[in-house]
């Protein structure tokens, strides 16, 4: 202690008593000193008020993985957090395996804010927000994730599902470009990210890269990927390709339910009742238990003419799985696509009974009606339910739109109906069908002019688009409208397959006197021509 005070100190030495030039005594502060104790201080403040925020953390949030270093030490702050939020998370999933559900997902979501990196967490709240109606968080919580999921392949199967369901192809194309490298790699990762790319390819029409991606990613053996060239077979026209492919896979696999589903439903379209009804028994036959079959057999019954026993085996399978919104569901797409709104309205009451998601629902009977020509009754049904469920309007703004147009324009409301058709066109992401969709109903009501808008706007939305291009070509074939004709038959030879059947209709119609002095009109009938000679002409099915 006499090394560390000297005479004159006073305060405990952070004073010192020194006379000044004038002979004065004065008091001078020892700041080295009182810069050590203002340390001491500190460190001593800030490790207590540490040890109060432990205590408070650990006693009174209940979290016990964390450590006291971690709190004391700025640069472990962030690994305290990770180390809560893992806690709360296992916590959370431990409460919903319980059944606690409320209480679980308040912990994952708290959790999960603390340790984004955490997977599980994400595909959780993705699943509740799925059930919430809000596919927009379950798709953005998924995406957030990709970052940290690059090698984790469940999640991204999990994200590209979610994604393609939502209908978010682009971003499913985008998470693809920064996965596949320039050069194709076989890894499981790879393909299973090439395979999803595909599909949202293919659900933009985009059929050429699609089926790149299947094969430079060697997936043609791929159950799956097989499937999907089959779709994109018959999409091109090749139809007899098609069912030849799927018709190939019948006895390979275990799990015929989807192949069944698409030959039934290519044999229907072609025509072919008795095949399609047949392949509809055998998916029945496969699983007499599921319901899915059941729709299927009552999809055939309808297309063969027997309406009545159609609609009873609907309400039958409605009654047996009246608290199951997987089937519901599709059960109230047949009931749209049969034009039949009073079994859409039964599903629709039946779902909102079991506490199930409105919201397709109450859209397919809006179709059941429009398709049946109820064009008020299906507006007043919208409109209603969207004054019931403001959510539901918004979050189906873009859909109900195009619904809205088809039935203003068919109750003869122009202005309505061309204002609702503005804001559908004004939508960017939907997908080819839904504006194939619209478009077709327009050209029922007549509205050719229409009809080609929206066919425009899908093709300068999406050039690659191949099944838009092809609709537009089908239709001004139809209407007489040239103006856009060679253009767009130039566009449509470039593609790879473009379909046959659009191939002999134009060369049909070219070839007539009436085009004589049609600009270019010799050139393409060339094109046309020589395509025709490249692509072998399908052969008739034989099948009864």
Do not use: C
Not at 283 to 289: A, D
Not at 359 to 380: C, T
Not at 413 to 424: D, I
Not at 461 to 480: K, M, W, Y
């Amino acid at each position: 202690m006499n090394g560390f005070f000297k005479k004159g100190d006073v305060l405990f030495g952070f004073l010192r008593r020194v006379r000044n030039k004038h002979g004065e005594v004065v008091f001078r502060p020892v700041l080295g000193r009182i810069g050590l104790l203002v340390l001491l201080l500190a460190v001593t403040g800030w490790m207590t008020a540490a040890l109060l925020v432990y205590g408070f953390v650990r006693y009174k949030r209940d979290f016990q993985s964390g450590s006291y270093v971690q709190i004391v030490l700025p640069w472990k702050w962030d690994d305290y957090q990770i180390a809560w939020g893992e806690e709360f998370i296992e916590r959370g999933l431990g409460m919903i395996r319980e059944g606690k559900v409320r209480e679980g997902v308040h912990f994952v979501r708290v959790g999960h804010a603390k340790s984004p990196t955490n997977l599980e967490a994400r595909k959780v709240l993705a699943e509740v927000y799925s059930g919430a109606n809000r596919p927009d968080l379950a798709s953005r919580v998924l995406v957030e994730g990709v970052p940290f999921a690059e090698e984790d392949l469940d999640y991204l199967r999990t994200t590209y599902r979610v994604l393609l369901a939502n209908q978010e192809d682009d971003r499913v194309q985008e998470i693809a470009e920064s996965i596949l490298p320039a050069e194709p790699v076989l890894t499981t990762i790879n393909q299973t990210t090439a395979l999803a790319a595909a599909t949202a390819h293919f659900h933009r029409s985009n059929f050429d890269m699609a089926e790149d991606l299947l094969i430079d990613y060697g997936l043609q053996n791929n159950r799956e990927a097989r499937i999907l060239l089959a779709r994109i077979d018959w999409e091109r026209g090749q139809r007899m390709a098609a069912i030849q492919r799927l018709e190939a896979l019948v006895d390979r696999l275990v799990d015929q339910d989807e192949v069944y589903i698409l030959l039934s439903r290519f044999y229907r379209e072609m025509g072919q009742q008795s095949r399609a009804h047949s392949f509809a028994v055998m998916r029945q036959l496969n699983n007499p238990m599921a319901a899915a079959p059941r729709i299927g057999l009552a999809y055939s019954h309808h297309a063969n003419g027997d309406v009545e026993r159609a609609n009873r085996e609907a309400e039958r399978i409605m009654n047996d799985f009246s608290h199951d919104a997987n089937v519901l569901l599709p059960l109230a797409e047949f009931a749209a696509a049969t034009k039949n709104p009073e079994l859409a309205l039964k599903i629709f009451q039946t779902a909102d009974r079991a506490g199930h998601s409105l919201a397709a629902p109450a859209i397919l009977v809006a179709e059941a009606y429009l398709n049946n020509d109820q064009f008020r009754q299906g507006i007043d049904f919208l409109e209603k339910h969207s004054r019931d469920n403001p959510d539901f309007a918004n979050t189906y703004a873009p859909v109900l739109n195009g619904l809205y147009a088809i039935g203003y324009l068919g109750m003869g409301s122009r202005e309505a109906g061309e204002g609702h058709l503005s804001q559908f066109i004004g939508t960017r992401g939907l997908r080819t069908d839904n504006y194939i969709l619209v478009s077709r109903r327009l050209v029922d009501l007549e509205d050719f002019g229409l009809a080609r808008r929206v066919l425009n706007h899908a093709i300068s939305s999406d050039p690659r688009n191949q099944t838009a291009l092809a609709e537009l070509i089908r239709l001004d074939l139809q209407t007489g409208h040239m103006e856009d004709l060679v253009p767009n038959l130039r566009r449509l030879l470039t593609m790879r397959k473009p379909p046959r059947g659009i191939l002999e209709q134009s060369f049909a119609t070219l070839s007539e006197d009436r085009f004589l002095f049609l600009s270019q009109r010799g050139e393409v009938l060339r094109d046309l021509l020589h395509a025709l000679d490249r692509t072998a002409p399908e052969e008739t099915v034989s099948h009864s």
